[in-house]
Nanobody, 126 residues
Framework: QVQLVESGGGSVQAGGSLRLSCARS??????????MAWFRQAPGKEREGVAG???????IYADSIKGRFTISEDSAKNTLYLQMSSLKPEDTAMYYC??????????????????WGQGTQVTVSS
């Protein structure tokens, strides 16, 4: 059974940094994912795309986090990362890792992703 497990969330002061990880397991070649992404959802708000990466290493970022967050992938470890810097209180949310098997480039289209982790909470205080 395919699993995506996030870790690395926590509470930080504004201006601080966190690195989220998303470990994938439960599948073997030739099953693979072509595109991965991080989404977030704050209380009372819709889930939104934060950063995405495809198997060619192409990336896409939401305007709200450009220059502050970096998405990366370690394929040898089957692990996706999100390095978050200069965190702001408005970054407070549950952060989810997502994956899709379709190869259509880096994407932040929520409906395109069929595999999801359980989420990790990020809280930024002012």
């Amino acid at each position: 059974q395919v699993q995506l497990v996030e870790s690395g969330g926590g509470s930080v002061q504004a201006g601080g940094s966190l690195r989220l990880s998303c470990a994938r397991s439960g599948y073997t070649f030739p099953f693979s994912f072509c595109s991965m992404a991080w989404f977030r959802q704050a209380p009372g708000k819709e889930r939104e795309g934060v950063a995405g990466i495809d198997s060619a290493g192409r990336t896409i970022y939401a305007d709200s986090i450009k220059g502050r967050f970096t998405i990366s992938e370690d394929s040898a470890k089957n692990t996706l990362y999100l390095q978050m810097s200069s965190l702001k209180p408005e970054d407070t949310a549950m952060y989810y890792c997502a994956a899709q098997r379709r190869c259509s480039g880096a994407s932040l289209v929520l409906s395109a992703f069929g595999y999801w982790g359980q989420g990790t909470q990020v809280t930024v205080s002012s």
